[in-house]
Protein backbone atom coordinates (compact mmCIF):
# COMPACT_ATOMS: atom_id res chain seq x y z
CA UNK A 1 0.00 0.00 0.00
CA UNK A 2 1.69 3.27 -0.69
CA UNK A 3 1.59 6.39 1.49
CA UNK A 4 -1.32 7.95 -0.63
CA UNK A 5 -3.41 5.43 -0.42
CA UNK A 6 -2.55 4.75 3.50
CA UNK A 7 -3.37 8.67 4.15
CA UNK A 8 -6.52 8.13 2.77
CA UNK A 9 -7.91 5.08 4.51
CA UNK A 10 -6.38 6.85 7.34
CA UNK A 11 -8.92 9.96 6.94
CA UNK A 12 -11.75 7.61 5.94
CA UNK A 13 -11.05 5.67 9.27
CA UNK A 14 -10.72 9.53 11.24
CA UNK A 15 -14.11 10.52 9.23
CA UNK A 16 -16.15 7.42 10.27
CA UNK A 17 -14.94 7.55 14.04
CA UNK A 18 -16.01 11.50 13.89
CA UNK A 19 -19.62 10.33 12.58
CA UNK A 20 -19.77 6.86 14.66
CA UNK A 21 -18.56 9.56 17.94
CA UNK A 22 -21.64 11.52 17.62
CA UNK A 23 -24.12 12.39 20.11
CA UNK A 24 -26.18 9.64 21.79
CA UNK A 25 -29.13 10.62 18.90
CA UNK A 26 -31.74 10.58 21.28
CA UNK A 27 -29.58 7.77 22.98
CA UNK A 28 -27.95 8.47 26.34
CA UNK A 29 -24.35 7.61 25.94
CA UNK A 30 -22.87 5.83 28.59
CA UNK A 31 -20.01 7.19 30.57
CA UNK A 32 -17.66 5.18 28.44
CA UNK A 33 -18.97 6.58 25.42
CA UNK A 34 -19.36 10.04 26.68
CA UNK A 35 -15.72 9.75 27.72
CA UNK A 36 -14.61 8.70 23.98
CA UNK A 37 -17.16 10.59 22.64
CA UNK A 38 -17.11 13.99 20.56
CA UNK A 39 -15.07 14.99 23.60
CA UNK A 40 -11.79 12.99 22.13
CA UNK A 41 -12.47 13.23 18.35
CA UNK A 42 -9.27 11.85 16.43
CA UNK A 43 -9.12 14.16 13.66
CA UNK A 44 -7.91 17.17 13.46
CA UNK A 45 -10.92 18.88 15.15
CA UNK A 46 -11.16 21.69 16.98
CA UNK A 47 -14.30 21.44 19.60
CA UNK A 48 -12.08 22.87 22.42
CA UNK A 49 -13.16 20.13 24.58
CA UNK A 50 -10.66 18.52 26.33
CA UNK A 51 -11.41 15.80 29.09
CA UNK A 52 -12.02 17.50 31.63
CA UNK A 53 -15.53 17.78 30.11
CA UNK A 54 -16.16 13.91 30.80
CA UNK A 55 -15.46 14.35 34.42
CA UNK A 56 -18.10 17.22 34.47
CA UNK A 57 -20.77 15.09 32.91
CA UNK A 58 -21.04 13.57 35.55
CA UNK A 59 -22.59 16.76 37.36
CA UNK A 60 -26.37 17.17 37.46
CA UNK A 61 -28.03 19.38 34.62
CA UNK A 62 -29.59 22.33 36.71
CA UNK A 63 -32.09 24.41 34.23
CA UNK A 64 -35.20 22.55 33.25
CA UNK A 65 -36.49 22.98 30.13
CA UNK A 66 -38.67 25.35 28.26
CA UNK A 67 -41.77 23.17 28.59
CA UNK A 68 -43.64 24.05 32.02
CA UNK A 69 -44.95 20.94 32.68
CA UNK A 70 -48.90 22.01 33.71
CA UNK A 71 -50.06 18.99 32.63
CA UNK A 72 -53.05 19.45 30.75
CA UNK A 73 -52.81 19.95 27.17
CA UNK A 74 -55.75 20.99 24.54
CA UNK A 75 -55.62 19.55 21.26
CA UNK A 76 -56.33 22.73 19.72
CA UNK A 77 -54.61 24.42 17.58
CA UNK A 78 -52.59 21.66 15.68
CA UNK A 79 -51.04 23.02 12.68
CA UNK A 80 -48.63 20.65 10.90
CA UNK A 81 -49.63 17.36 12.25
CA UNK A 82 -50.94 14.85 10.17
CA UNK A 83 -49.19 11.73 12.30
CA UNK A 84 -50.49 8.82 10.93
CA UNK A 85 -49.12 5.41 11.03
CA UNK A 86 -49.30 2.07 10.00
CA UNK A 87 -48.13 -1.47 11.39
CA UNK A 88 -44.59 -2.57 9.69
CA UNK A 89 -44.85 -5.28 7.65
CA UNK A 90 -41.56 -5.33 5.92
CA UNK A 91 -39.24 -4.68 9.14
CA UNK A 92 -38.48 -8.12 9.94
CA UNK A 93 -38.89 -6.92 14.05
CA UNK A 94 -39.88 -9.14 16.64
CA UNK A 95 -42.39 -6.53 18.15
CA UNK A 96 -45.33 -5.80 16.81
CA UNK A 97 -46.03 -2.40 17.90
CA UNK A 98 -43.77 -0.96 15.71
CA UNK A 99 -45.21 1.64 13.40
CA UNK A 100 -43.59 3.13 10.42
CA UNK A 101 -44.28 7.22 10.36
CA UNK A 102 -46.64 7.51 7.29
CA UNK A 103 -45.63 11.08 6.39
CA UNK A 104 -41.60 10.45 6.99
CA UNK A 105 -41.11 13.98 5.11
CA UNK A 106 -43.70 16.08 6.97
CA UNK A 107 -41.79 18.35 9.58
CA UNK A 108 -43.80 17.49 12.54
CA UNK A 109 -42.97 13.89 11.96
CA UNK A 110 -43.07 11.73 15.01
CA UNK A 111 -40.20 9.14 15.28
CA UNK A 112 -39.19 7.57 18.65
CA UNK A 113 -38.69 4.13 19.61
CA UNK A 114 -42.07 2.87 18.49
CA UNK A 115 -42.47 4.81 15.63
CA UNK A 116 -39.60 4.52 12.62
CA UNK A 117 -38.98 6.23 9.31
CA UNK A 118 -39.25 3.86 6.71
CA UNK A 119 -36.09 1.63 5.71
CA UNK A 120 -35.59 3.56 2.50
CA UNK A 121 -36.13 6.94 3.09
CA UNK A 122 -33.78 9.89 2.96
CA UNK A 123 -34.61 13.73 3.19
CA UNK A 124 -34.87 15.11 -0.30
CA UNK A 125 -33.85 18.49 0.84
CA UNK A 126 -30.16 18.07 2.57
CA UNK A 127 -28.23 21.25 2.98
CA UNK A 128 -25.23 22.66 4.97
CA UNK A 129 -26.59 25.21 7.10
CA UNK A 130 -24.34 28.08 7.45
CA UNK A 131 -23.25 28.18 10.57
CA UNK A 132 -20.56 26.66 12.97
CA UNK A 133 -19.46 23.53 14.04
CA UNK A 134 -17.61 21.74 16.51
CA UNK A 135 -15.18 20.24 13.49
CA UNK A 136 -13.51 21.71 10.23
CA UNK A 137 -14.52 18.75 8.20
CA UNK A 138 -17.02 18.18 5.51
CA UNK A 139 -18.79 15.84 7.16
CA UNK A 140 -22.58 14.43 6.18
CA UNK A 141 -23.42 15.17 9.71
CA UNK A 142 -24.02 18.98 9.08
CA UNK A 143 -26.83 18.34 6.82
CA UNK A 144 -30.01 19.57 7.58
CA UNK A 145 -33.28 19.71 4.77
CA UNK A 146 -33.65 23.07 3.93
CA UNK A 147 -36.40 24.69 6.02
CA UNK A 148 -34.75 23.41 9.25
CA UNK A 149 -31.43 25.18 8.04
CA UNK A 150 -32.58 28.44 7.29
CA UNK A 151 -34.39 28.11 10.70
CA UNK A 152 -31.25 27.24 12.39
CA UNK A 153 -29.04 29.63 11.03
CA UNK A 154 -32.06 32.22 12.08
CA UNK A 155 -31.30 30.49 15.62
CA UNK A 156 -27.90 31.15 15.30
CA UNK A 157 -27.90 34.41 14.78
CA UNK A 158 -29.95 35.42 17.55
CA UNK A 159 -28.19 33.42 20.24
CA UNK A 160 -24.87 35.38 18.99
CA UNK A 161 -26.23 38.71 18.92
CA UNK A 162 -27.45 37.52 22.73
CA UNK A 163 -23.37 37.10 23.23
CA UNK A 164 -24.01 33.20 23.06
CA UNK A 165 -22.89 31.50 19.94
CA UNK A 166 -23.65 28.23 19.44
CA UNK A 167 -21.74 25.75 17.71
CA UNK A 168 -23.27 22.77 15.62
CA UNK A 169 -22.40 19.13 17.16
CA UNK A 170 -23.87 16.63 14.74
CA UNK A 171 -27.05 17.20 12.77
CA UNK A 172 -28.08 14.44 10.50
CA UNK A 173 -27.38 10.54 10.00
CA UNK A 174 -28.27 8.47 7.38
CA UNK A 175 -29.87 5.33 7.82
CA UNK A 176 -26.78 3.52 6.59
CA UNK A 177 -24.79 5.23 9.00
CA UNK A 178 -27.20 4.78 11.84
CA UNK A 179 -27.05 1.07 11.05
CA UNK A 180 -23.34 0.96 11.53
CA UNK A 181 -23.31 3.10 14.41
CA UNK A 182 -25.97 0.82 15.84
CA UNK A 183 -24.88 -2.59 14.83
CA UNK A 184 -21.07 -1.41 16.18
CA UNK A 185 -22.59 -0.95 19.75
CA UNK A 186 -24.33 -4.53 19.48
CA UNK A 187 -21.44 -5.55 18.88
CA UNK A 188 -19.45 -3.88 21.35
CA UNK A 189 -21.98 -4.71 24.54
CA UNK A 190 -24.86 -6.11 23.25
CA UNK A 191 -28.17 -4.96 22.00
CA UNK A 192 -29.98 -4.67 25.53
CA UNK A 193 -27.33 -2.77 26.05
CA UNK A 194 -27.15 -1.16 23.37
CA UNK A 195 -30.90 -0.11 23.23
CA UNK A 196 -30.54 2.08 25.76
CA UNK A 197 -27.96 4.36 24.58
CA UNK A 198 -28.59 4.33 20.87
CA UNK A 199 -31.12 4.34 18.32
CA UNK A 200 -31.74 1.40 16.43
CA UNK A 201 -31.84 2.05 12.34
CA UNK A 202 -34.94 4.26 11.68
CA UNK A 203 -35.08 5.41 14.53
CA UNK A 204 -33.04 8.09 15.18
CA UNK A 205 -34.23 11.66 14.61
CA UNK A 206 -30.85 12.39 13.27
CA UNK A 207 -31.82 10.49 9.94
CA UNK A 208 -34.81 13.05 9.96
CA UNK A 209 -32.63 16.11 8.56
CA UNK A 210 -34.47 17.68 11.26
CA UNK A 211 -32.34 17.25 14.63
CA UNK A 212 -28.95 19.25 15.76
CA UNK A 213 -27.37 18.36 18.74
CA UNK A 214 -25.64 21.89 19.88
CA UNK A 215 -23.23 23.07 21.73
CA UNK A 216 -22.02 26.34 23.03
CA UNK A 217 -19.03 27.91 20.75
CA UNK A 218 -16.59 26.74 22.84
CA UNK A 219 -17.68 23.04 22.17
CA UNK A 220 -17.91 23.10 25.78
CA UNK A 221 -19.83 19.88 27.29
CA UNK A 222 -21.26 18.84 23.73
CA UNK A 223 -23.81 16.52 23.87
CA UNK A 224 -22.96 16.02 27.50
CA UNK A 225 -25.28 16.25 30.36
CA UNK A 226 -23.01 19.53 31.79
CA UNK A 227 -24.29 21.28 28.77
CA UNK A 228 -28.05 21.41 30.77
CA UNK A 229 -26.12 23.89 33.29
CA UNK A 230 -24.37 26.37 30.53
CA UNK A 231 -25.88 29.55 29.68
CA UNK A 232 -26.68 28.41 26.22
CA UNK A 233 -28.82 25.91 27.07
CA UNK A 234 -30.85 27.96 29.07
CA UNK A 235 -31.39 30.29 26.37
CA UNK A 236 -32.00 27.76 23.83
CA UNK A 237 -34.89 26.43 26.57
CA UNK A 238 -36.32 29.81 26.56
CA UNK A 239 -35.69 31.33 22.73
CA UNK A 240 -35.71 27.83 20.71
CA UNK A 241 -39.38 27.87 20.14
CA UNK A 242 -39.12 31.17 18.27
CA UNK A 243 -37.75 29.55 15.86
CA UNK A 244 -39.67 26.68 15.51
CA UNK A 245 -36.95 24.20 17.42
CA UNK A 246 -38.35 21.98 20.53
CA UNK A 247 -35.69 20.96 23.39
CA UNK A 248 -37.03 16.93 22.08
CA UNK A 249 -36.25 15.16 25.53
CA UNK A 250 -37.31 17.52 27.88
CA UNK A 251 -36.05 16.99 31.72
CA UNK A 252 -38.52 13.89 33.51
CA UNK A 253 -40.20 13.13 30.40
CA UNK A 254 -38.26 10.11 30.07
CA UNK A 255 -41.31 7.64 30.30
CA UNK A 256 -42.82 9.46 27.06
CA UNK A 257 -40.15 10.18 25.12
CA UNK A 258 -37.62 7.31 25.43
CA UNK A 259 -34.80 9.29 26.53
CA UNK A 260 -33.18 10.69 29.00
CA UNK A 261 -32.89 14.57 29.24
CA UNK A 262 -31.12 15.87 26.50
CA UNK A 263 -30.69 19.67 26.99
CA UNK A 264 -28.66 19.67 23.52
CA UNK A 265 -30.84 17.73 21.51
CA UNK A 266 -32.81 20.21 19.00
CA UNK A 267 -35.95 18.86 16.94
CA UNK A 268 -37.44 21.39 14.47
CA UNK A 269 -41.18 21.03 13.83
CA UNK A 270 -41.76 24.37 12.56
CA UNK A 271 -42.62 27.76 14.54
CA UNK A 272 -46.50 27.17 15.31
CA UNK A 273 -46.08 23.95 16.54
CA UNK A 274 -42.69 24.71 18.55
CA UNK A 275 -44.71 27.04 20.43
CA UNK A 276 -48.22 25.31 20.93
CA UNK A 277 -45.27 22.59 22.07
CA UNK A 278 -44.17 24.71 24.95
CA UNK A 279 -47.21 26.71 25.35
CA UNK A 280 -48.67 23.58 26.42
CA UNK A 281 -45.92 21.80 28.02
CA UNK A 282 -45.95 18.67 26.51
CA UNK A 283 -43.76 16.46 24.68
CA UNK A 284 -43.98 15.81 20.82
CA UNK A 285 -45.41 12.51 21.50
CA UNK A 286 -48.13 13.83 23.38
CA UNK A 287 -48.60 16.89 20.98
CA UNK A 288 -49.17 14.56 18.31
CA UNK A 289 -51.38 11.80 20.32
CA UNK A 290 -53.62 14.90 21.00
CA UNK A 291 -54.00 16.21 17.31
CA UNK A 292 -54.72 13.24 15.04
CA UNK A 293 -58.14 12.84 16.73
CA UNK A 294 -59.01 16.94 15.76
CA UNK A 295 -56.42 16.82 12.27
CA UNK A 296 -57.97 14.76 9.26
CA UNK A 297 -55.26 13.82 6.77
CA UNK A 298 -55.65 15.20 3.50
CA UNK A 299 -56.91 12.98 1.29
ZN1 LIG B 1 -29.14 14.14 19.20
Known amino acids: MNSRRTTAAALLLAAFMLVSAACGDGGSKTQADTAAGTSTPPASSNTGSTSTSADASKSKPAETTAASTNGQNQASGTPGVKQTAQTDTKSGTKTDDIQVAANPADVAVLVNKTYKLPDNYKPQDLVDPNVPFTFKEKLEKRKMRKEAAAALEKLFQA?????????????????????????????????????????????????????????????????????????EAKWLAEHAADYGFIIRYPEGKESITGYQYEPWHLRYVGVDTAKAIVKQGVTLEEYVKNAVPVTKPKS
Open 159 to 231: AKKDNLPLAGVSAYRSHETQKTVYDRYVKKDGEAAANKYSAKPGHSEHETGLAIDVAGSSGKCAAEDCFGATK
